[in-house]
């Protein structure tokens, strides 16, 4: 199985970042301590503030036959 996930903004609540994994609470880890893309930058200065993303988890669960289709929906389901 996997997940979608997405990092919002903990002051707007904005999505701004989907992500897919199968231990999205392990790859949320990962990306506190990654700071070599746009998101790890926007993830360093939120920690400069005392703050850090929302990890958002959709309640999909992706298996391969359906995958795409549900990957659209979860990002749509996300975004609301």
Do not use: M
Not at 14 to 27: A, F, L, M, T
Not at 37 to 57: S, Y
Request: hydrophobic share 30%.
């Amino acid at each position: 199985k996997c997940y979608i996930y997405g990092l919002c903004c903990p002051d707007t609540k904005e999505v701004r970042y989907i992500g897919q994994s199968i231990s999205p609470k392990r790859r949320y880890k990962e990306h506190l301590n990654t700071y070599t893309n746009l998101l790890g930058n926007w993830v360093k200065r939120l920690k400069t503030e005392n703050k850090k993303p929302i990890l958002n988890l959709s309640l999909i669960h992706i298996s391969e036959p359906t995958r795409q289709e549900a990957i659209s929906y979860a990002v749509f389901c996300l975004k609301k």
